[in-house]
């Protein structure tokens, strides 16, 4: 194939310098060799050279003689592919090239190396240094991109594909080019993987056909062996000997002149484009039998047959393979593609393969395939042997673990008798407030075990959850990182009902250590603890802590890559992502998302029943359902949370948030009796976690500014304190109620600057906030940013507030100006442009006279306070939403 010599990159440095040479006395004796492998341009260069010589009047000859019959005057002797003449015409040409004093250009491949060719090549050095014919850089691929497909141009990542696809060679790249220039209207081809499933981004069909002509030119042993690199799994010389049944010498040669075709890369690698060619024009049956002799070496050596095993599987060939290759591919398989290990183990027992149904299980449930999990491991819990139906217990027992149906599970895992399958019936118990011990049953013969990774790490989430509940926050905290810890090498194919990651992070969650819950579930992210099972339960909670952070665009992102990928969810995780929703939803003051998810979140409720790991969902639910004044219909679930901590003894670490969450529920629902219970309450356990002891003291101040008593310094401090823990948006809501219900003016500026601090909008600073991590210096000193961007001078106060009544849309929009939103922001609360809101603030200015922004702003807090305390008739009830 000769390409488009006209293209700027195929004259490239030394090709240029080759036509600069002959160009510059056409008169003058030369005598040149162009060498490379094939594809690589030779037949274009030489094509370019004739074509540059007949425009300059000169005879273009190709034909070698026989004999040493010097051209005739004037003329220029070019010939290509000079490894394929015979020993006559390479001695003759050699002659001719000896005598010095003819015009001569000779191109010939790196192999075969036949001695009249090392002779000729020999006498062509002499004269001059070849022309080396090399892969094309990323630049030069990129140029020729540009030049052959400028429809093609604007996708920044087409060079890049096509340097890939073709390893540079000038052959495959012009063919590559041409093709998705003719397809322009599709996505450039991804790169498949070895073995991995023929997808619709394959490179077109006509790309491939191209390449049959250079694979009909090849011995039946190099397209064996293109076959076999095909498959993507290293060979080594003996290896390819004891297929190709040749000598190491044998193949050697075969592998360099398979290269000199210009079919391999420099490193006898195949490129991704030749193997796509090789694979699709190669007859089935040629293909498979190559793959099957392979997996059999393999097997036999001891070697990885996942890449074989795919690559059969990618062309539909699965069926005819040896039961061990597809059992152990499976087991290779099963960390890091559950759900292909499930596949790979049914196709064995399709063929006969004994127990494979037990690991099929265990592969299905890591994958999230619990319906099938299910399904395998109840027909083995009656007619499997006894170690099959311990196993089968505990996918049953996990599987049901992830439903919600914790009783079942604690029940199978006792049955199990492993040790880790008790020590998780430990913590299934505790979970629920259920009795604790309880013989193991039949299902394994010894009811012991070695004493692997998995079994430790379920020993110490048992202990971990036992100490959160009757030891110290920081026993348990450290109990269960450690378990986590210990998981971190090989936990992706533990059978866990639930994750030491998600307990730790729940456990720091509960005690204000946000930062510790983030690392740990990041480091179980990285490495894939749990499986595909667990990974959406580690980004929901990761969700989770960036809503209690305030960083609710976030929370909203990381929930929707969480719930959008992969199956429906499971009861647990449906819970979470539901609440996750709807806390957004909330604090975002998104009354309409609320009612529409409120339905859905009575569903989640419903479907999981009540246990310890399930309270923060919970809490927030309580708060949405008195937002929207439905809180008895979640009233009996919350009396089975309180009833589970009573009977397990009313452990702070656990009860503290659920009793916060209720607190906010009760002022909601104008139920000041319960909210003065759940903040004696929290008082009672002040001294038990950080958490406790900040929620205590916030409650108190929360009570406090319901009933009007605000001091704003203890005001402050209380928000400090959520704001330390990592509880920013709580810390802001406190701060910006008491703000618009103090009478204090000064007062009310520096709480609403508080609060802009602690919703990470420091106005007028660019810098970090002062005072205790970053939190605003208190109300009775120290420096604070400006309210409003703007100084408030003494002279702003006034004696009289203005009697003119504002609509209530205008009291919607000023009480978020107040709370430091921007028009778009407040825009986006209210369903109205930013250029609306801005309408509104001017009305506003105007209706009440104020002669600037300060004064405004002024006049807003009283006339917003007023209206409250007057609204608000000192009961409980908050005008928005906590």
């Given at each position: 194939m000769i390409m488009n010599v006209e293209r700027p990159l195929l004259l490239s440095r030394e090709r240029r310098s080759l036509l600069d040479r002959l160009a510059a006395d056409p008169a003058a004796p030369v005598a040149l060799g162009v060498t490379g492998?094939?594809?690589?341009?030779k037949t274009a260069l030489l094509g370019e050279v004739a074509r540059r010589c007949r425009q300059a009047g000169q005879t273009v000859l190709t034909t070698v003689p026989a004999t040493a019959e010097p051209p005739e005057p004037g003329s220029v002797l070019l010939v290509d592919d000079a490894h394929l003449l015979d020993d006559a015409r390479l001695g003759a040409l050699r002659a001719l090239v000896d005598t010095g004093r003819h015009r001569i250009v000779v191109g010939y491949r790196p192999w075969p190396r036949c001695a009249p060719l090392v002779e000729l090549v020999d006498a062509l050095r002499r004269q001059a240094e070849p022309v080396l014919l090399v892969p094309f850089t990323p630049a030069q691929t990129a140029a020729v991109c540009a030049a052959a497909a400028p429809e093609l141009v604007g996708r920044a990542d087409l060079a890049d594909h096509v340097q890939a696809q073709t390893a540079g060679v000038p052959r495959d790249v012009d063919r590559l080019v041409r093709g998705l220039s003719a397809t322009s209207g599709s996505t450039p081809p991804a790169t498949p993987g070895p073995g991995e499933p023929a997808s619709p981004d394959e490179p077109p069909q006509s790309v491939l056909?191209?390449?049959?002509?250079?694979?009909?030119?090849?011995?039946?042993?190099?397209?064996?062996?293109?076959?076999?690199?095909?498959?993507?799994?290293?060979?080594?010389?003996?290896?390819?000997?004891?297929?190709?049944?040749?000598?190491?010498?044998?193949?050697?040669?075969?592998?360099?002149?398979?290269?000199?075709?210009?079919?391999?890369?420099?490193?006898?690698?195949?490129?991704?484009?030749?193997?796509?060619?090789?694979v699709a024009l190669s007859p089935p049956t040629d293909r498979t039998?190559?793959?099957?002799?392979?997996?059999?070496?393999?097997?036999?050596?001891?070697?990885?047959?996942?890449?074989?095993?795919?690559?059969?599987?990618?062309?539909?060939?699965?069926?005819?393979?040896?039961?061990?290759?597809?059992?152990?591919?499976?087991?290779?398989?099963?960390?890091?593609?559950?759900?292909?290990?499930?596949?790979?183990f049914a196709a064995a027992t399709a063929a006969g393969g004994g127990s494979a149904p037990g690991r099929q299980a265990v592969a299905a449930l890591l994958a999230g395939d619990l319906d099938t999990a299910l399904r395998l491991a109840d027909r083995l819990l009656t007619g499997a042997a006894p170690d099959d139906r311990a196993e089968a217990a505990a996918v049953a027992a996990t599987a049901l673990a992830h439903r919600g149906q914790v009783g079942r599970s604690v029940e199978l895992y006792r049955w199990s008798g492993t040790p880790a399958a008790s020590a998780f019936a430990e913590i299934g118990s505790l979970a629920t407030a259920a009795a604790v011990g309880g013989a193991a049953g039949p299902g394994h013969p010894s009811g012991g075990g070695p004493p692997t990774l998995g079994a430790g790490a379920a020993r110490l989430m048992a202990e971990g959850v036992r100490a959160s509940i009757d030891g110290t926050p920081t026993t348990a905290l450290s109990t269960l990182v450690q378990a986590a810890a210990l998981l971190e090498p090989d936990g992706r194919t533990v059978l866990l009902p639930d994750s030491p990651a998600a307990l730790a992070a729940l456990t720091a969650m509960h005690c204000a250590e946000l930062d510790i819950a983030e690392r740990v579930l990041d480091r179980a992210t990285a490495s894939g603890i749990g499986g595909p099972l667990l990974a959406r339960r580690h980004l929901l909670l990761r969700a989770w802590i960036l809503m209690l952070r305030g960083r609710t665009a976030a929370a909203a992102g990381a929930a929707a890559a969480a719930t959008t990928s992969g199956g429906p969810l499971e009861s647990r995780d449906l819970l979470f992502a539901t609440a996750l929703e709807l806390g957004v939803a909330r604090r975002n003051s998104d009354l309409g998302a609320l009612q529409r998810g409120w339905g859905h979140a009575l569903d989640a409720v419903v479907r999981h029943p009540v246990d310890l790991f399930t309270l923060l969902p919970l809490g927030e639910l309580a708060i949405t359902a008195a937002r929207l004044g439905d809180l008895d219909r979640l009233e009996p679930h919350l009396h089975q949370a309180r009833a589970l901590l009573g009977r397990l003894g009313d452990p702070a670490l656990w009860s503290a948030p659920l009793h916060w969450s209720e607190l906010h529920a009760a002022i909601l629902a104008d139920r000041p009796g319960a909210a003065e219970q759940?903040?004696?309450?929290?008082?009672?356990?002040?001294?038990?976690?950080?958490?406790?002891?900040?929620?205590?003291?916030?409650?108190?101040?929360?009570?406090?500014?319901?009933?009007?008593?605000?001091?704003?310094?203890?005001?402050?401090?209380?928000?400090?304190?959520?704001?330390?823990?990592?509880?920013?948006?709580?810390?802001?809501?406190?701060?910006?109620?008491?703000?618009?219900?103090?009478s204090n003016r000064r007062a009310m500026t520096a709480l609403l600057d508080c609060a802009r601090v602690f919703q990470g909008r420091h106005a007028g600073a660019k810098g970090a906030p002062t005072g205790g991590?970053?939190?605003?210096?208190?109300?009775?000193?120290?420096?604070?940013?400006?309210?409003?961007?703007?100084?408030?001078?003494?002279?702003?106060?006034?004696?009289?507030?203005?009697?003119?009544?504002?609509?209530?849309?205008?009291?919607?929009?000023?009480?978020?100006?107040?709370?430091?939103?921007?028009?778009?922001?407040?825009?986006?609360?209210?369903?109205?442009?930013?250029?609306?809101?801005?309408?509104?603030?001017?009305?506003?200015?105007?209706?009440?006279?104020c002669a600037n922004r300060t004064e405004l702003l002024a006049l807003l807090r009283t006339l917003v306070a007023e209206r409250v305390a007057v609204a608000a008739g000192g009961a409980w009830r908050e005008r928005t939403t906590p």
């Open positions: 492998l094939g594809g690589h341009g056909v191209e390449f049959g002509p250079d694979l009909d030119r090849l011995t039946p042993d190099a397209r064996c062996l293109l076959l076999a690199l095909a498959a993507g799994v290293p060979l080594t010389v003996d290896l390819l000997g004891a297929l190709l049944d040749r000598t190491p010498g044998a193949v050697a040669e075969l592998v360099t002149s398979t290269r000199a075709a210009g079919l391999l890369t420099a490193d006898h690698r195949i490129a991704p484009l030749v193997r796509h060619a090789v039998a190559v793959w099957h002799r392979l997996v059999d070496q393999r097997l036999a050596r001891g070697g990885t047959v996942l890449p074989l095993i795919s690559s059969l599987r990618a062309v539909g060939a699965l069926g005819d393979c040896p039961v061990p290759a597809l059992r152990a591919a499976a087991e290779e398989a099963l960390a890091e593609q559950p759900a292909l290990a499930a596949e790979l759940h903040v004696a309450a929290l008082t009672a356990v002040a001294d038990r976690s950080r958490y406790a002891a900040v929620a205590a003291t916030a409650a108190a101040s929360w009570v406090d500014v319901l009933r009007g008593t605000i001091d704003p310094a203890r005001v402050e401090a209380a928000a400090r304190g959520l704001y330390d823990a990592g509880y920013c948006w709580d810390a802001a809501r406190l701060a910006g109620q008491a703000a618009i219900r103090t991590r970053g939190a605003p210096t208190g109300a009775k000193g120290g420096q604070r940013p400006p309210a409003g961007g703007a100084a408030l001078p003494a002279a702003a106060e006034v004696d009289a507030v203005p009697r003119s009544e504002l609509s209530e849309r205008e009291h919607e929009v000023a009480e978020l100006v107040l709370a430091g939103l921007t028009y778009r922001e407040i825009g986006d609360r209210l369903f109205i442009s930013a250029k609306t809101v801005e309408h509104h603030v001017a009305r506003m200015r105007s209706r009440l006279n």
